[in-house]
């Protein structure tokens, strides 16, 4: 789900305090499980469709929600939404793609590199967002850990596949490299997800607006999507209603309500901080729920990218330290 600032903020929110910090930290650990639950029942029910009905579910909930607070979406913002609902929806028809190829920990972290293409494409549109230092130097950082992740597994799947003498490992790596760079599109979808609502009217829009563009581009473009793909799978047992049940009412819903909560009353800045934590939960529980193992090139690629992306959210933090650095020694 895609992480948006709303602008319906007080006009000083504060600094972090405990409860943000914890509420923060909750949210990452539940967003990292959003790709681990669709992948964990995806034998018994098609990711595809499981994020086209968790879609439907948000848009029923949120609609309720903005009907009780009178709030009507304006008609001028229409034709930005609808672009925004669709490169959401392109964002979860490659997550799902890419779930049924790779490991879910590897979704996880190419996903969340969605700020470093938001990042950049924001550095070209808007002169508020120019890129100083350390932010190149994390997007340089990051993108040189996807590249070690990329290659650096390749070879080690090469090296595994001599080994064995069988050619089902090349199969199963090059089906692992394409889910992986599926998972990296989906990235750059959300980046452009981000860019749309910042670069058009939907930057005055109330976050809940925003929220349901989404949720719909999700679920008109993804349901006939799995009709037209057959992937349709969907077992009524009671483990697939409880993930179904976590992913509408608590992804889709309940999480982001929070999230722009948190937005209302903190600064945006000091939350975006907490951007890396989400695919480091992902693979830390993709490995302990899921069993799913990891390649010495694909950990250090995946440091490389968290280290990355830390810098290019926290920025002005690593700035002020570095100016603070600087006076202590005196090399200012």
Same mark, same amino acid.
Request: charged share 10%; with cysteine.
């Given at each position: 789900?895609?992480? &948006?600032?709303?602008t319906? &903020?007080?006009?000083?929110?504060?600094?972090?305090?405990?409860?943000?910090?914890?509420?923060?930290?909750?949210?990452c650990v539940?967003?990292?499980l959003?790709?681990?639950?669709?992948?964990?029942? #995806?034998?018994?029910?098609?990711?595809?469709?499981?994020?086209?009905?968790?879609?439907?579910?948000?848009?029923v909930?949120?609609?309720?929600?903005?009907a009780?607070?009178?709030?009507?979406?304006?008609?001028?913002?229409?034709?930005?939404?609808?672009?925004a609902? $669709?490169?959401?929806?392109?964002? @979860?028809?490659?997550?799902?793609?890419?779930?049924?190829?790779?490991?879910?920990?590897?979704?996880?972290v190419?996903? @969340? =590199? #969605?700020?470093?293409?938001?990042?950049?494409?924001?550095?070209w549109?808007?002169?508020?967002?120019?890129?100083?230092?350390?932010?190149?130097?994390?997007?340089?950082?990051?993108?040189?850990?996807?590249?070690?992740?990329?290659l650096?597994?390749?070879?080690?799947?090469g090296?595994q =596949?001599?080994?064995?003498?069988s050619?089902?490992?090349?199969?199963?790596?090059? &089906?692992?490299?394409?889910?992986?760079?599926?998972?990296?599109?989906?990235?750059?979808?959300?980046?452009?997800?981000?860019i =749309?609502?910042?670069?058009?009217?939907?930057?005055?829009?109330?976050?809940t607006?925003?929220?349901? @563009?989404?949720?719909?581009?999700?679920?008109?473009?993804l349901?006939?999507?799995?009709?037209?793909?057959?992937?349709?799978?969907f077992?009524?047992?009671?483990?697939?209603? #409880?993930?179904?049940?976590?992913?509408?009412?608590?992804?889709?819903?309940?999480?982001?309500?929070?999230?722009?909560?948190?937005?209302r009353? @903190?600064?945006a800045?000091?939350?975006?901080?907490?951007?890396?934590?989400?695919?480091?939960?992902?693979?830390?529980?993709?490995?302990?729920l899921?069993?799913?193992?990891?390649?010495?090139?694909?950990?250090? $690629?995946?440091?490389?990218?968290?280290g990355?992306?830390?810098?290019?959210?926290?920025? $002005?933090?690593?700035g002020?330290?570095?100016?603070?650095?600087?006076?202590?020694?005196?090399?200012?």
């Amino acid at each position: 789900m895609t992480l &948006q600032q709303s602008t319906a &903020q007080p006009a000083s929110p504060g600094p972090l305090d405990a409860r943000a910090v914890a509420v923060m930290t909750l949210l990452c650990v539940l967003w990292s499980l959003q790709q681990i639950s669709l992948k964990a029942v #995806a034998g018994q029910a098609s990711p595809m469709l499981l994020v086209a009905l968790r879609s439907l579910i948000g848009v029923v909930l949120l609609a309720a929600l903005m009907a009780r607070r009178a709030d009507v979406p304006a008609r001028s913002r229409w034709p930005a939404g609808a672009l925004a609902g $669709g490169l959401f929806a392109l964002e @979860y028809l490659l997550v799902t793609a890419a779930l049924n190829l790779t490991q879910a920990s590897h979704v996880v972290v190419f996903l @969340y =590199t #969605a700020p470093l293409f938001a990042a950049l494409g924001l550095h070209w549109r808007l002169p508020a967002e120019r890129l100083n230092v350390v932010q190149w130097s994390g997007i340089g950082l990051a993108f040189g850990g996807i590249t070690l992740a990329f290659l650096g597994g390749d070879v080690m799947a090469g090296v595994q =596949t001599s080994s064995h003498g069988s050619g089902a490992g090349v199969t199963s790596a090059a &089906q692992s490299l394409l889910g992986d760079a599926l998972a990296l599109l989906a990235g750059a979808a959300w980046g452009a997800t981000t860019i =749309t609502i910042r670069c058009s009217n939907l930057a005055q829009a109330p976050a809940t607006e925003t929220l349901l @563009y989404q949720l719909l581009g999700a679920f008109v473009l993804l349901l006939p999507a799995a009709v037209f793909t057959g992937q349709l799978h969907f077992e009524p047992v009671p483990v697939v209603w #409880a993930h179904l049940a976590f992913q509408a009412l608590i992804v889709s819903f309940a999480s982001f309500l929070a999230w722009f909560w948190l937005l209302r009353r @903190y600064l945006a800045s000091q939350l975006g901080v907490f951007s890396f934590l989400t695919p480091l939960f992902g693979v830390v529980l993709g490995v302990w729920l899921l069993g799913e193992s990891l390649t010495p090139p694909f950990e250090a $690629g995946s440091a490389l990218v968290l280290g990355g992306i830390a810098l290019v959210s926290a920025h $002005g933090a690593v700035g002020a330290l570095l100016k603070r650095w600087r006076l202590v020694s005196g090399t200012a």
